[in-house]
């Protein structure tokens, strides 16, 4: 590509807010600044509406997690918040869990008035136990997400919010310690500086790093990358789900409540090899309905066998051609649940979960599926405040581009009213600081400083495509960090990292606009995986998400506390740190 390809015009537009990210986080987040009489401008990589990990469909449902208290009336934010706490093994910042639990149950009357259709058992709202809660409290959203979001982009638009669409950001525009916007390039090389008062960050996560994973195309790392280029301090890295989906042409979730059905579970050679993995004192049943309560996989509750075993089996070559196992539902009987409140919940979803198959050319009951290990979401991210503002002035993040709400195990159903949440403190902070007046700073230097850069970037006559790095990235990570880690994996995945943007910087082939785009992917995505990795190496235990075969038990006493993620003077590094804790008065 030559120069004026790159930025044959230099668009600059002003706003109040500026809001990266077109998913939950995001449009919540634009709503609330609108709302507050801001002028908000949204950039995202794809279409309102369509973009962003709100609006992938890759479940028959949502869980959405409010303590209200009509499916147990003893379930209270209180208690959500407990389990917050219990799951997150110390690692969340307990402030954050507090806010989330506690303003959780507000959302519920927003989704009512949308007409965000929660699913009602009777004249009550179907709730069930998810991942890693004691309590019933899951509300189900059919359609997963997508009704949700549609909710919001209708007041958006009617709001008159100004949308650019198909467009990348590169950089972050930060001076003197402050964030004042950014710029971006879009599908046809035009360079956008965006200036605004407040920028807010709602970019998801990094599931494309995985070969396998449960994310649309645009989550390769953005935010993090940006983030922490811009100064902002990452937490929690280290801490990223895993769990079982469908291999091949379809990509689904595969339900945790569909363990407890016991399928029979097989390698490319016929062999049911979980007995294999599982540990003396415990059955391959008893495995999987550990399994059944969660569908992250988590190290030390017992379940975590599946997914070692699965991966293990895929590692070594016995797994389908496409990377999974099969797993054959064919003769299983919902008649064989158990008579208690979780096999209750089971009858009452594996009809919804047929269905959706169906619907999709699967039948569940009559053809083995093929299942793999997919990464998912991190449970880290950028390290906020109880009003998402970053450790960098003026720069905001929600959603899973945020750390601190979580920590080594996520409740299922957090995520979605997380977004929710603090997409909400999002924009209305973000407004109140554009309020209080436009800065006069320019950020002239950083500006050009990115022009720069994406003409040399442009320039590159190399030999390597960045689609085809991509994919390498993806088999490192998926070797390397995906469920099972020891120090021997996590040096050869950053050794091959290294290689990889060593390749990046020296033989990059960018032709045309998509080259452009990819290239700028990779480039995050590397350094998303490299801070991943370095995380998991010096976190010698296992912890929730994070499980180490070399170090397979929980350290509380060393460990009991977060990695901070930082770049100073170019160099990456990394501290231990314990996060705000509340008072032990006040914690419930």
């Known amino acids: 590509m030559t120069d004026s390809e790159v930025s044959k015009m230099v668009k600059v537009i002003d706003t109040d807010v500026l809001v990266i990210g077109g998913g939950g986080a995001a449009a919540r987040a634009a709503l609330e600044a609108r709302r507050s009489g801001a002028r908000v401008t949204m950039v995202m990589k794809g279409k309102l509406g369509k973009c962003g990990a709100t609006a992938y469909r890759v479940a028959e449902i949502a869980g959405y997690n409010a303590a209200d208290g009509q499916a147990d009336p003893e379930d209270t934010p209180e208690e959500h918040f407990k389990d917050i706490l219990a799951a997150s093994a110390g690692t969340c910042d307990e402030r954050l869990a507090r806010i989330l639990a506690r303003e959780a149950p507000l959302t519920l009357a927003d989704l009512e008035s949308w007409g965000v259709p929660l699913e009602k058992d009777g004249d009550r709202y179907l709730e069930i136990i998810g991942c890693f809660a004691s309590r019933p409290r899951t509300h189900i959203i059919r359609g997963h997400s997508e009704p949700l979001l549609a909710a919001i982009v209708r007041q958006l638009r009617e709001l008159d919010v100004s949308v650019v669409e198909d467009s990348i950001v590169t950089r972050l525009l930060v001076q003197d310690g402050r964030c004042l916007g950014a710029v971006a390039v879009g599908r046809d090389g035009e360079m956008l500086v965006f200036r605004a008062a407040a920028t807010t960050m709602g970019t998801g996560g990094a599931g494309q790093l995985f070969r396998h994973n449960l994310n649309p195309p645009d989550m390769t790392g953005d935010g993090y990358a940006l983030g922490l280029h811009a100064g902002a301090e990452l937490v929690n890295m280290e801490f990223m789900q895993a769990g079982a989906g469908l291999v091949g042409s379809i990509r689904l979730i595969f339900n945790q409540w569909l363990w407890m059905l016991h399928p029979k579970v097989y390698n490319s050679e016929g062999e049911e090899f979980l007995r294999r993995y599982v540990p003396p004192g415990m059955s391959v049943e008893q495995c999987m309905d550990l399994k059944s309560y969660h569908y992250p996989f988590s190290c030390y509750i017992g379940s975590h066998w599946i997914e070692v075993g699965i991966q293990q089996e895929v590692l070594a070559g016995r797994g389908t051609p496409d990377g999974g196992v099969y797993v054959d539902l064919s003769g299983v009987s919902e008649d064989g649940l158990p008579a208690t409140p979780r096999g209750d919940e089971v009858r009452k979803m594996w009809p919804m979960t047929r269905q959706f198959m169906q619907k999709r050319g699967i039948n569940v009951t009559r053809d083995p599926l093929k299942v793999g290990c997919f990464g998912h979401a991190i449970n880290g991210g950028m390290l906020i405040d109880e009003n998402t503002e970053t450790t960098i002035r003026g720069l905001f993040a929600a959603g899973e581009a945020a750390g601190g ?146 170090y397979p038990r929980r350290d509380d006493g060393k460990w009991e506390q977060s990695i901070v993620i930082q770049q100073r003077e170019g160099r990456i590094e990394l501290h231990p740190r314990r996060l705000p804790r509340v008072e032990a008065a006040s914690r419930y």
């Open 405 to 550: 709400p979580h920590g080594a195990d996520r409740l299922g159903g957090n995520m979605v009213v997380t977004c929710q949440v603090f997409g909400k403190r999002m924009g209305q902070a973000a407004a109140r600081l554009a309020a209080e007046g436009r800065t006069d700073r320019k950020a002239e230097g950083a500006i050009a400083e990115e022009e720069t850069r994406l003409k040399a970037l442009a320039a590159r006559k190399g030999t390597l495509k960045p689609q085809d790095l991509k994919r390498r990235v993806q088999d490192i990570m998926s070797r390397g960090i995906l469920v099972i880690r020891n120090e021997v994996k996590l040096q050869t995945c950053l050794r091959e990292l290294r290689q990889a943007r060593a390749d990046w910087e020296s033989s990059l082939l960018v032709e045309n606009h998509r080259d452009l785009w990819a290239a700028q992917e990779v480039d995050n995505m590397l350094q998303v995986g490299e801070i991943m990795a370095r995380a998991a190496l010096l976190r010698t235990e296992s912890r929730g998400s994070h499980y180490r075969d070399d």
